[in-house]
């Protein structure tokens, strides 16, 4: 069984091949064996490399792992917040990222989604209000994916922190001070509201990232973002950066083509799209039903290839990619 878990959290030799550059897996095992990093072979003789020994490889190839804050944020429900949180945290973790995951949202998606019982757990409002240790709060997932679960009780957040007069911009930074070093990447997944618990958690990050879909709600729920991103900006003095995603597009759908071309055309926007899209599957929808990822099913889909692109994405992995082939053609 332990076997079976590490096998849907490892890499194969393919894909850590083309992180690398197109590398062949050839290329790739004669890495591993000079540097004697770990693989695992499936009984089915196909080797996969566990997430220990992909950090390995990459940090050995020099790659650095970044240290960033990434809060998912959009006032408007159900364009994939949680979905998307949940599967960079998953994927990350396969690269051998260091990941907590943080639910502030008080429905609590993000703690289902990696199968986490959350009634009973203590949850950021206790960390807020009761000062109990962050480090009472976290629950390991796997051996580098961890999380601050949420429930109802969370519904209190902006009660509390209005009433106690908390020092918004500070107060997110504070809390994590303790286990900051323990992590490399720090996703917070977000309510769909304009509160003071999501100008805490903007405070707290690095990167905004702004899942849309291609209809009109979406969009005014982005235009209504952007304005309060700007200023929470002004008003605290920020530098934080923000990047929209294309969620769930279908390029059969008119609609899709419309808005994203509507806004590619805003040369205010365009910088701030990442290039990468996620393209609607139900891969995604039913994996996570059942309390899984797209990663653990047998298949290949669409939207594990994008979600990967969009994990390299966050991680530098794709520029740091690119440079390594420009500096080997040099």
């Not at 849907?8 to 004669?30: F, S």
């Not at 609590?108 to 009973?120: F, H």
């Not at 303790?178 to 100008?199: G, H, M, S, V, W």
């Not at 966050?314 to 520029?319: D, Q, R």
């Amino acid at each position: 069984m332990e076997n079976q878990r590490t096998e849907r959290h490892a890499l194969t030799p393919n894909e850590i091949g083309d992180c690398l550059g197109g590398m062949t897996v050839q290329g790739v095992y004669r890495i591993l064996k000079s540097h004697n990093i770990q693989a695992i072979q499936t009984n089915s003789k196909r080797k996969l490399i566990p997430p220990l020994s992909v950090r390995q490889l990459l940090e050995e190839r020099g790659f650095q792992y970044p240290k960033k804050n990434v809060s998912f944020q959009i006032v408007k429900g159900g364009v994939g917040k949680t979905s998307l949180s949940f599967s960079l945290a998953i994927r990350a973790s396969h690269y051998g990222v260091r990941v907590l995951a943080i639910d502030l949202d008080q429905q609590g998606n993000l703690t289902k989604s990696l199968d986490v019982e959350a009634r009973n757990c203590l949850v950021w409002l206790d960390i807020i209000r009761d000062r109990t240790r962050i480090e009472e709060s976290i629950k390991k997932v796997t051996e580098n994916l961890h999380l601050i679960p949420s429930n109802l009780n969370n519904s209190r957040l902006d009660v509390e922190l209005t009433s106690s007069a908390v020092n918004l911009k500070d107060m997110m930074k504070d809390c994590l001070a303790p286990i900051r070093n323990n992590y490399d990447l720090i996703i917070i997944d977000c309510p769909p509201a304009i509160n003071k618990i999501n100008t805490a958690a903007t405070c707290a990050s690095d990167l905004i990232v702004i899942p849309i879909n291609p209809d009109p709600y979406a969009m005014d729920g982005l235009e209504f973002t952007l304005a309060e991103l700007t200023k929470i900006k002004k008003d605290f003095k920020l530098n934080f950066d923000f990047q929209i995603l294309w969620n769930r597009y279908d390029a059969r759908e008119r609609l899709g083509a419309f808005y994203m071309h509507e806004l590619a055309k805003n040369e205010d926007r365009i910088n701030n799209i990442l290039p990468v899209v996620i393209r609607t599957d139900t891969a995604l929808k039913n994996a996570i039903f059942d309390s899984k990822s797209i990663f653990d099913l047998p298949k290949k889909s669409t939207i594990r290839e994008d979600i990967d692109q969009f994990t390299r994405e966050i991680l530098g992995l794709n520029a740091w990619k690119e440079n390594t082939i420009k500096a080997a053609n040099a």
